[in-house]
């Protein structure tokens, strides 16, 4: 028996510990599909297991966790694109009506997935939906179900697609 195993299973478990702590470095994107990222010291790129980040760019700044041997995009540094408001639009009885909300140029990367909530006190009388959101823009509607005319709010969040 080699007088030193003792010490070097002790040096193995001590080992095993400090590689099952997650690790927290900042990167950069080199690729998105699969994902790919280039820590600021490294000079070669690792692919990462999985991104819980949405629509990120080929040199995005990101937040990344090595948890035993997989690496985790958790996030972008600024956030994920997103953009909110409100639209009134009046509506005749039996009719449609409209607004388009036009996105900054270059603001999303990827078209983004918009999500609206019609806000009425009669649920029963109206209804919303929306075109294909594009980067550049989308398309709010209000049907109206009602035997007068309707203003009706819109509350929409635009957050970038993945």
């Known amino acids: 028996m080699n007088p030193w195993e003792p010490v070097l299973a002790q040096v193995q478990k001590l080992k095993d510990q400090v590689t099952a702590l997650p690790s927290i470095r900042e990167a950069t994107v080199t690729s998105v599909f699969p ?19 949405p629509g990120l760019a080929v040199g995005d ?12 995009v958790l996030g972008r540094r600024g956030g994920t694109p997103d953009l ?21 140029v270059g603001y999303f990367q990827v078209a983004p997935l918009v999500f609206t909530t019609l806000r009425t006190a009669t649920p029963q009388d109206s209804r919303s939906s929306t075109n294909i959101p ?21 509350s929409w969040h635009a957050i970038q697609g993945g």
């Open 134 to 154: 594009t980067t550049a823009g989308v398309t709010l509607y209000v049907y109206n179900d009602a035997v007068s005319t309707l203003t009706r709010t819109v």
């Open 61 to 72: 700044r990101v937040l990344t966790v090595r948890l035993a041997r997989y690496l985790w």
């Open 35 to 53: 994902v790919s990222v280039r820590f600021d010291t490294d000079e070669a790129s690792v692919d990462a297991y999985a991104s819980i980040s």
């Open 84 to 104: 909110r408001g409100a639209e009134s639009i009046t509506v005749g009885p039996g009719e449609t009506g409209s607004v388009t909300i036009m996105f900054p």
